[in-house]
């Protein structure tokens, strides 16, 4: 039954044994739980900017109302920045922690494989975030992101499904919109969830 328990939901949120070294601030640094902070900050501001962000030819407009308009509006968008620059940067230090103390050896082959892809989702949420800003900025970044996506096999199909038809002047488009609030966000989510899993199942961070 113990050891049953161990292997339910339950066990893996609070266990009744972890190992001893997992429990020292320089085991991990926090970095793990700091870029869940940031994905908790960026989801609670990223649905409250929702309600008046218009993606595609009305991205800056609604932005600039936001900040002008919008009793803490600019706090908002600011807090929403920030936040999004934080998890780029502790997920960054968590890998850059995990390479240092070889804990990417077996058995945590998957937990590394899974780190990877998040840093890598991590890093294109913050640039498709940067393209619904809108302006000639984003629609530069739009149009240098579709040309490394078209000089690959089947690239310009690729670049169309992820960017829409940005303009020169404006990278924010309904594709891009979508991409990032529902299908990046929740593949982030998702894999965050199933790495808490996997490292609470190996023992690992201190129980709630």
């Not at 409250?48 to 595609?56: D, T």
């Amino acid at each position: 039954m113990g050891k049953q328990g161990n292997y339910s939901f339950t066990g893996h949120i609070r266990p009744r044994q972890i190992r001893a070294g997992a429990l020292r601030l320089r085991a991990t640094f926090c970095l793990g739980g700091f870029s869940f902070l940031a994905f908790i900050v960026l989801t609670i501001t990223g649905v409250l900017l929702l309600f008046y962000y218009q993606p595609g030819d009305r991205a800056f407009a609604s932005l600039s109302e936001i900040n002008s308009v919008l009793p803490y509006g600019g706090f908002l968008r600011s807090l929403h920045f920030w936040a999004g620059q934080l998890m780029v940067i502790s997920v960054f230090l968590h890998m850059v922690r995990v390479v240092w103390s070889r804990a990417y050896r077996p058995l945590r082959e998957l937990n590394w494989i899974t780190g990877v892809v998040l840093f890598g989702l991590t890093v294109i949420l913050d640039y498709s975030g940067y393209l619904l800003r809108g302006g000639q900025e984003s629609g530069a970044a739009a149009t240098v992101g579709q040309a490394l996506f078209t000089s690959l096999p089947g690239g310009k199909a690729l670049a169309t499904v992820f960017f829409g038809q940005p303009s020169p002047l404006n990278g924010s488009t309904l594709n891009m919109f979508v991409w990032h609030v529902f299908i990046l966000a929740g593949a982030v989510g998702f894999l965050q969830m199933f790495h808490f899993w996997r490292i609470r199942r190996g023992g690992g961070v201190r129980p709630l």
